[in-house]
């Protein structure tokens, strides 16, 4: 594993890919995932990436994008109160056009304390979340792509059973990819094949 890779991957049935290291497994195998989404996630390190297609939100800036959704889910998640905002910025994707013009993707990372499931907040990890804004405005879409990675796991944590609580071990030790590098992959190569994946809206 220490030359991991990434490597291609369909989401939505080919209509959209991207890539991603292969250790990364879709959840939809084990559980239901809504329709819009497609989960992916690495069990042994408790690392996750979500491509999410939403209904476009026009009230969002652009600019401000990416950490107004960062905000959202914090909020979702009952971690508002401690989410720390580490950076805002923005990615040229190698791939997609909008237009004559490379599409972009606003991005921004934070990290919160989350827990799992329906477990309380007794429970919760420390997490970095990276998050990814597309606005895909011709198809009235804004495209979600989040990537957790765990700082440090609870004792009290579903998550302890699987990759042991305290510090998470870090990526080069593990032989991994830094989930920093695989997010940035992830954004820089999506792409739209079909774009009447969106005509039904997401």
């Keep these: 594993m220490a030359g991991e890779s990434c490597v291609p991957r369909p989401l939505f049935g080919g209509a ?12 939809s195998n084990i559980r239901e995932v809504p329709d819009h989404q497609e989960v992916f996630v690495d069990p042994a390190r408790d690392e996750s990436l979500i491509f999410e297609l939403l209904d476009l939100k026009g009230e969002v800036d652009d600019t401000g994008s990416a950490l107004w959704f960062l905000r959202d889910i914090a909020n979702e998640q009952d971690a508002g109160d401690n989410l720390v905002v580490e950076h805002s910025g923005t990615l040229e994707l190698a791939d997609l056009r909008l237009g004559e013009a ?7 990372v934070g990290q919160l304390a989350v827990s799992k499931g ?13 998050l990814a804004n597309i606005r895909l405005k011709n198809a009235a879409t804004d495209v979600l792509i989040t990537a957790y990675e765990p700082l440090l796991i609870n004792p009290l ?4 059973a699987a990759v042991a609580a305290g510090p998470a071990i870090p990526a080069e030790q593990a032989g991994c990819l830094l ?5 940035k992959v992830a954004v820089m190569n999506f792409n739209v094949h079909d774009w009447n994946l969106f005509n039904g809206g997401p």
């Design 102 to 108: 490379p599409a972009v993707a606003g991005t921004s």
């Design 16 to 27: 959209i890919s991207t890539a991603f290291p292969a250790r990364f497994q879709d959840v």
């Design 157 to 160: 944590s579903e998550s302890a």
């Design 179 to 183: 989930m920093s590098e695989i997010f």
């Design 118 to 130: 329906r477990q309380g907040r007794e429970a919760q990890n420390i997490v970095r979340l990276y």
